[in-house]
């Protein structure tokens, strides 16, 4: 599949990123791929392929642009150990909701003017740290958003004012949920709380509880299960396909 590598402008800086998609001149549909915690890599420059086989025009974009270019972190380093977890800590810091918002705007303005990209809206999907990132800009631009996903995502249900299961009426999005079993990050309680709060809304939505854990649907995590990977492929494609279809 054709990869652009590309620059998009934003008010802090520029983004890096790559645009994955399909043979031919399309337009597709658009899909914006987030990562987990340790930043873009070879595992979702595989799974940005992956989508871009099923018809989508994918950008996958390194959300650290305000303090590191990819690789943002030897990829040796585990959250296990001191360092590791202070690299990590560093990159998450800099992320803020005010500059999330601000650089999904300018994701979407350059994927929606891209011409292989189709027009109209596009998807969402994160994982782990990101999961909650995709909810919270669904919530951001309702009008823009066609479906979300997230995996094995955590903090969607916290004691903050911003909790992103408050923002359920916000919503427009159909929404997957994959979680994972025994996650510190979304307690069994708070999946029960994040489903009454979607059901409130009236939000479309799914959701599998794994039995696997967290990390499961990514394939250099330690925690990878490939069972539970297949699965979330199949979870994904058929909410890709129901709300935003190649």
């Known amino acids: 599949m054709p990869i652009q590598v ?17 043979e031919g001149p399309g337009p597709w549909p658009g899909v914006i791929l987030h990562t987990d915690i340790r930043g873009v890599r070879e595992t979702f420059q595989r799974k940005a392929a992956a989508l871009a086989d099923e018809g ?35 990159l998450r810091a800099s ?17 929606q003017a891209q011409p292989q990209v189709r027009t109209g809206q596009v998807a969402l999907v994160g994982y782990c740290m990101s999961g909650a990132i995709a909810v919270h800009a669904a919530a951001d631009f309702p009008e823009r958003i066609a479906v979300a996903a997230s995996f094995h ?15 359920a009426h916000e919503l427009k ?7 994972a079993k ?4 979304i307690p069994l309680e708070a999946i029960e709380r994040l489903d009454q709060a979607l059901l409130a809304a009236e ?32 979870d994904l494609l058929a909410l890709l396909r129901s709300g935003l279809p190649a």
């Open 153 to 167: 995502g955590g903090n969607l249900v916290t004691d903050s004012h911003d909790s992103p299961h408050l923002r």
């Open 6 to 22: 590309v620059n998009i402008p934003s008010p802090d800086g520029q983004i890096d990123a790559w645009l994955h998609t399909p």
């Open 203 to 234: 939000v479309t939505f799914s959701s599998t509880r794994h039995e696997a854990r967290h990390g499961f649907a990514v394939a250099d995590s330690t925690t990878y299960d490939e069972a539970a990977e297949r699965q979330h492929w199949r």
């Open 173 to 179: 999005a159909k929404l997957h949920f994959g979680h």
């Open 56 to 90: 989508y025009a994918v950008l996958l974009p390194n959300l650290y642009y305000r303090v590191a270019q990819v690789p943002v972190a030897d990829p040796r380093l585990s959250f296990q150990d001191e360092e590791g977890r202070k690299v990590f800590g560093a």
């Open 182 to 185: 025994d996650d510190p990050s």
């Open 95 to 111: 992320l803020s909701a005010e500059g999330l918002r601000s650089d999904h705007r300018a994701l979407l303005g350059w994927l």
